[in-house]
């Protein structure tokens, strides 16, 4: 048994600001992927993945039914045959090993499902969010359920707030343009919980929340619709105000061998760096105008594209 592929995902925009309604843009990541498998190929990791399923399959049993219902019968017989996720999506990353699982699970389990091939309407778009926010929750605590909508519906998805979300086209790539999105691996794991809570204990100072709101989210938003519109200039601008920001306000979810370079970036206009996904370890996403003047100021680092311009 091989089940269909799910792929990772990367949060362009919205990291944070999505938690206080701001707009985000999510688009599916292909390079790395995962499939629900059972084969007599048990490895350690295999194994630790199954036993991982059967947890969650038991937390899947107690979903109110009617948000969304299983075929629990079936999903507990296949992780008691040995079932596992085998993925190449590396965890606490920042993109999306858990949604795939999820987005997984659900297509071949969910009872009534909603398909990527019906009219995805935005109260659709709104009940798939909800089902995979309460599914994933058995991982991060508490979960928004893009990672699993991006996986699951492997399109481009647009937040406009918390109630209004899109599928959306984004411009189409420019194969030999210069400028890029990549991503940078910090050699650190990073775990979402501990971070998200740090930024709740942030919220309740009033500068704070100000900073948010008149600069975060308000840069935020405009790398949106710069990148949606294809205005890559006014997106420059835009991100080097957003990665400002977040190193004089988010320092804790840097990486701390990393301040330093977020710093030249930002003071030789070679690249931009922010989050990638909560932060505190896992990929950092940059944004270039010129990409190998960019791996040239990061010779240390490995840059794996993701976007061209």
């Not at 630790?48 to 039914?65: G, H, M, P, T, V």
């Not at 089902?131 to 699951?152: Q, T």
């Amino acid at each position: 048994m091989k089940g269909p592929l799910f792929y990772s995902k990367i949060l362009l925009f919205g990291e944070y600001g999505i938690i206080k309604d701001s707009k985000g843009l999510s688009i599916p990541y292909s390079f790395y992927n995962g499939a629900l498998k059972k084969d007599d190929n048990f490895t350690k990791e295999a194994k630790a993945s199954n036993e991982s399923l059967k947890r969650f399959a038991d937390y899947l049993s107690q979903i109110d039914a009617s948000i969304v219902k299983f075929d629990t019968e079936s999903l507990e017989q296949d992780v008691n045959s040995g079932m596992y996720f085998d993925s190449s999506i590396p965890q606490g990353y920042g993109v999306g090993s858990s949604g795939a699982l999820v987005a997984a699970i659900y297509d071949k389990y969910a009872f009534e499902k909603i398909t990527v091939l019906e009219n995805l309407t935005r109260e659709k778009l709104l009940k798939l969010k909800h089902i995979f926010s309460v599914m994933e929750s058995f991982f991060h605590g508490s979960s928004s359920g893009l990672d699993p909508l991006n996986s699951y519906l492997s399109i481009p998805i647009l937040i406009n707030s918390k109630d209004n979300i899109e599928a959306t086209g984004i411009p189409a790539q420019e194969t030999e343009g210069k400028g890029a999105v990549f991503l940078i691996d910090s050699g650190i794991v990073g775990e979402t919980a501990p971070m998200v809570s740090l930024f709740m204990e942030k919220m309740k100072q009033e500068g704070f929340r100000k900073m948010l709101k008149t600069q975060f989210i308000k840069h935020t938003d405009a790398c949106v619709d710069d990148f949606l519109k294809g205005d890559i200039a006014s997106l420059f601008r835009n991100t080097k105000q957003l990665s400002k920001i977040v190193l004089n306000n988010f320092k804790p979810m840097i990486p701390k061998q990393f301040h330093e370079l977020w710093k030249k970036g930002i003071d030789t206009n070679a690249y931009y760096l922010k989050l990638c996904g909560s932060g505190g370890g896992g990929y950092i996403l940059g944004f270039t105008e010129d990409i190998q003047h960019a791996k040239k100021e990061l010779s240390d680092h490995k840059l794996e594209v993701v976007y061209n311009f």
